[in-house]
């Protein structure tokens, strides 16, 4: 139930010889023991296939950077059938056929038995992310995959037992603690359990330890920030570092990281009925969950990456909820709450578990009956049946409006009861002086789901008025208003500060994706750049009849099919540095930190100025235009441009064609963010070095310097990893809905 920042916190494959089959195994009966702890096992209610741990190597960090790195994909129908390949070969590579993964998909549901000796050994089985891996390769996003840690110990699953106590922890010590706030997610787990309970805020390691042994709980909800967020948010640079791992007090009640080998034996209570541990944190399913089955815990719930805190709050709250309704039966819970809350949204959702569920569920017919929910009434006390929790963002920035976000940080209601909520009104208003900009919506909250998320439901109607207006800062109201059954849940207006429409702001969330709004194609100032490149596109073809037609000029014949393409691009080079004296310039005033103010290009080609990010969206835009892909470069201290040198680099790029395939250097539980921003480097480096990528220092333009000069310019921008941050493919974007703002001529 991850919290969302109280104050602002933005910052910015081994592959086997693929002559050789590996030998159909042989499934041995379901009631069998494993044969050995050097196989990971795949199981269903039908049978068992076995995969030689040795096989699986660096796959795990190829597959773990893919699967981090979804958003570039998901959405795509090529990308998903193309990696669904790789992941049958893969498959097939380790031993698993494709007639079983029809098996698998049939039944549904399947768990990975994966053997544990010590954290050593068998780590790369750990991090894999097999339910990423297994869904694809069956076509069913809904599968359900489970995680068995075979510790070679024998015993009983005590967890189908009523579990009677739950202890919340809440970590965020020292500097971590104003900027997170747990309160509703406590009263959340608290509500939707409704067990004897304790909680802990702020322990140290001792502390923690101490109070399981103690208290012994029968399940531990575990909400803080890891090591990776931890790490970044406090700047650490210290060397003792860990791969995964949890924020806990020190002695003085400073940040202490706590790595998750320590961890995993502190969350070990012994009790009557075993444990589950829920961890509510990113990247803590590879090695904090599976370490706290290793060390006795009988089940446990983690993260393979970053999640949504929506639908972090929603699974564990629903989880919860349906355990209870389930007459505490962990997999049929489990399985409901997955279909109805993580399916949909690919959720990198973790579930191991010390016992067998799959064979421990054999010869059940019938699943445990769960009462209709009713309807949800209010008591005098309406605050413990219902919670509303808004957060808006006290910088509301124009270019989220207009693709849809940005008003609220947080904006959620809550149920800690599995009854329905039906017409629940919701009423926004931002007020601008004489006018004012309304939204009203009425949600039917489902009696089987306990978080209804409506921030990115929230979406004014301001796109015209501030187009043609707002060129400062202003100060305004908004006013939000909740009501159900009759009574105000929430009813407050808050002090807004409204940016202008020119101004772009960095945020470490959504990176500097809305920078793909400041690209304008349509405005009059790109068309007149293309008509004036005209006459040197004619000149450097020797052909009187060409014309800018995107990648149609493609020569598949020629030594260079994409000379075509190129000669598009320095033909609108030429035309801005020969027809246009540009000079480079700081940006204009701004009165909000870590903002910019940046200008169109007519902007630009009328005041004959620009910085390095003006010319980058210049540049780019004028490459949309002419139907080219463009890129923009993002350095920390700097921006320019690119572009495809044809649509199959760029197809393959989205497609993951050209990631690491294997990195013998990364061996651990997860990578951390500067070794995922280092592969990230590397992967395009990779495309540039190929030449399907060409950048190009923009700034040059104000320099009057030829084009091959651009190119090397650029070249040299990326000569470093440290400074880079992110690659921005427009045409990704548009599909994605980030479309150009509705402004052109002057801004500034």
Known sequence: MRRTPVKDTSRNSRKTNPGRRVQKPKSPPLDAPPDSSSHVSLLTREGTYEVPHEVIGGLSTYWDYVY????????????????????????????????????????????????????????????????????????????????????????????????????????????????????????????????????????????????????????????????????????????NKEWDGYYLAGANFEEQRVGAMRLGRILNPGGVNGALVSCNFYYSAARIAALAVANGATAAIGFQDEVDDALAERFFANFYQRWRAHKWNMLEAFEEVWLKVAAEQGAGLVFWSRYSLVRDRQGRVSKSKVPKPKILKLGANKSEAIRVEVQPNTKINYSLLHNGEGLFRKFRIYKSEPKYANGIQVDVSLNMGTGSFPYAASFDFDGEDSVLDIAEHVNLPLTSELARSLRESVQTSLRIRVRYAGQDLYNETHRVTLQPVNEWEFDQESGARWLGSFILPGDPAVREVVDAAQKYLMA????????????????????????????????????????????????????????????????????????????????????????????????????????????????????MKKAPERSESVEGASMDINTQLNLAYEEMRQCVRDGLLVPLETVWLTLHRGFSDAVEAGLENLRSSENFEALLNIKKLRGENVTPLPICGETT
């Open 540 to 655: 450097l073809c020797d052909d009187s009849g060409r014309g800018f037609d995107g990648y149609q000029s493609t020569e598949p014949e020629s030594d260079d099919p994409d000379a075509g393409v190129d000669m598009q691009v320095r033909a609108l080079w030429c035309a801005l540095s020969f027809d246009y004296s540009v000079s480079y310039i700081n940006p204009p005033p701004v009165f909000t930190e870590g903002s910019q103010r940046l200008r169109t290009p007519s902007d630009v080609i009328t005041g004959r100025r620009g910085t390095c990010i003006d010319l980058a969206l210049l540049f780019a835009a004028c490459l949309e235009y002419v139907d080219i892909h463009p890129v923009i470069f993002v350095l920390s201290d700097h921006a320019f441009p690119g572009y495809w040198r044809n649509n199959k680099a760029y197809d393959e790029f989205i497609k």
């Open 68 to 239: 981090r790195h979804r958003n570039r994909w998901w959405d795509s129908a090529a990308a998903l059938h193309e990696l669904g390949i790789r992941a049958l070969k893969l498959l097939a590579d380790l031993g698993v056929f494709r007639e079983y993964l029809t098996e698998i998909g049939r039944a549904g549901l399947v768990e990975v038995r994966i053997p544990f000796t010590d954290e050593e050994r068998g780590w790369a089985a750990r991090i894999l992310p097999w339910e990423f891996l297994l869904r694809l390769a069956t076509r069913r996003r809904d599968l359900v995959v489970i995680r068995h840690l075979d510790v070679s110990v024998p015993g009983i699953n005590r967890m189908q037992n009523a579990p009677g106590k739950l202890l919340f922890v809440q970590s965020a010590p020292g500097a971590l603690a104003d900027m997170y706030n747990f309160n509703i997610e406590k009263w959340l787990v608290k509500g939707s359990l409704d067990l004897d309970d304790d909680e802990l805020e702020d322990p140290t390691s001792e502390e923690l330890e101490a109070k399981i042994d103690s208290y012994r709980p029968d399940i531990i909800h575990l909400a803080g920030i890891d090591l990776h967020e931890g790490d970044y948010l406090l700047d650490y640079e210290g060397t």
